[in-house]
């Protein structure tokens, strides 16, 4: 599932493609907006915001997407064939006289103004990867449900947007917390929130997601996707469960050595 940085990358690529430049097609490719055509309509800049990306058009709209589990944007040099999925995967598609951007298995895809970007991506905390990133007000949200498990209130985009089940888990591994301590225990909460928008910005300018600095396959991390194989600091079996809220509960690894439970 795509995290903080990946979205923040994929924005970064999309607006270097499509900023600046006029939409030479557009095909909306949900019921809501099959009528909807912004061929002709200058594209301002693509940006992200928590695992959001909005893409922000000279006429004052905002078209909103997700990643969710497996969405993604690829971009194409324009008479390349596209590459990202299946035909009857694809939700959007941006062109303009030398790029297409084509938006596949995308559960969100909605047209808002601009002014009212609020509407959809209002309730995020800090974004991690923000120019606006706000470590204090990340905190604060946090602390504020004392009782909550850390594994939980990482995850909550309420909090502070961008952390997803990777970097929820090797930040935890990393700081020596197992997920289910409650955040009124977390001595430094401070530093483990600071680390965790260190990691984020770590891997932002690359595909690839590596905590423990190797790169190479099956290395790059610490508890992440590696229940039952041993801990690279104690060799003790790595653990897995699945927990948080009712409906959105989500899996997490630690090391019940390094990781001890609360
Ligand atoms: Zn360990």
Excluded at 193 to 215: C, K, M, P, Y
Excluded at 232 to 245: K, M, N, S, V, Y
């Amino acid at each position: 599932m795509p995290e903080g940085d990946t979205v923040w990358l994929s924005c970064r690529r999309l607006n270097a493609a499509l900023a600046g430049h006029v939409l030479t097609r557009c095909e909306l490719r949900v019921p809501q907006l099959a009528t909807t055509d912004l061929t002709g309509v200058g594209v301002r800049e693509v940006v992200s915001r928590g695992k959001h990306q909005l893409f922000r058009f000279a006429n004052g709209y905002t078209l909103h997407t997700h990643f969710r589990m497996d969405g993604t944007w690829r971009i194409f040099r324009h008479g390349r064939s596209w590459s990202g999925g299946q035909e009857f995967q694809i939700r959007a598609v941006l062109a303009t006289a030398e790029h297409d951007a084509v938006g596949y298995r995308l559960p969100v895809v909605e047209l808002v103004r601009t002014a009212e970007e609020h509407t959809v991506v209002g309730h995020l905390g800090p974004d991690l990867l923000g120019p606006d990133w706000d470590l204090d007000e990340a905190v604060r949200r946090i602390e504020a449900q004392p009782d909550r498990t850390i594994g939980e209130a990482l995850l909550d985009q309420r909090n502070l947007a961008g952390i997803g089940t990777l970097y929820r888990a090797e930040l935890l591994f990393l700081q020596g917390l197992h997920p289910r301590t409650p955040v009124g225990r977390v001595a430094n909460l401070r530093r483990v929130v600071q680390r965790g928008q260190q990691l984020l910005a770590a891997n932002r300018w690359r595909w690839e997601q590596s905590t423990t600095g190797d790169l190479r396959q099956g290395r790059s991390h610490y508890v992440f996707e590696r229940p039952g194989q041993p801990c690279r600091r104690c060799r003790t079996r790595i653990l897995t469960e699945e927990f948080g809220p009712r409906g959105q509960e989500r899996r997490s690894y630690w090391c019940p050595h390094c990781q001890p439970a609360p």
